[in-house]
């Protein structure tokens, strides 16, 4: 069966960084796009970060310069560095794979989410 595994979410003070890891677990032929998505209270959950299966990293325009997405494909796994944070990127951060497992059909899977408070 195949999880996101979320790990790195915490309160942080504005202006500090945090580092978000994801891998995915289970048996998976191929993953196609990998990344991030973000809700907070009141809000639709939007992109933060993604490798798209397009081949491009794309990233919302209110991260851009203070988020960067990495991955290490042999593990499976992506992380989020985020620098710089703001009382604005408090939320609950889920990862969220494209990807085919060996059991079952291509898919899209999420993570059980990781909360990020900004807070001073």
């Known amino acids: 069966q195949v999880q996101l595994v979320e790990s790195g979410g915490g309160l942080v003070q504005p202006g500090g960084s945090l580092n978000l890891s994801c891998a995915a677990s289970?048996?998976?032929?191929?993953?196609?796009?990998m990344g991030w998505y973000r809700q907070a209270p009141g809000k639709q959950r939007e992109l933060v970060a993604l490798?798209?299966?397009?081949?491009?990293?794309d990233y919302a325009d209110s991260v851009k310069g203070r988020f960067t997405l990495s991955r290490e494909n042999a593990k499976k796994t992506v992380y989020l560095q985020m620098n710089s944070l703001k009382f604005e990127d408090t939320a609950v951060y889920y990862c969220?794979?494209?990807?085919?497992?060996?059991?079952?059909?291509?898919?899209?899977?999420w993570g059980q989410g990781t909360q990020v408070t900004v807070s001073s």
């Open positions: 969220n794979a494209d990807l085919n497992p060996f059991v079952g059909r291509r898919g899209v899977y």
């Open positions: 289970g048996i998976i032929m191929s993953i196609y796009a």
């Open positions: 490798f798209t299966s397009g081949g491009t990293t």
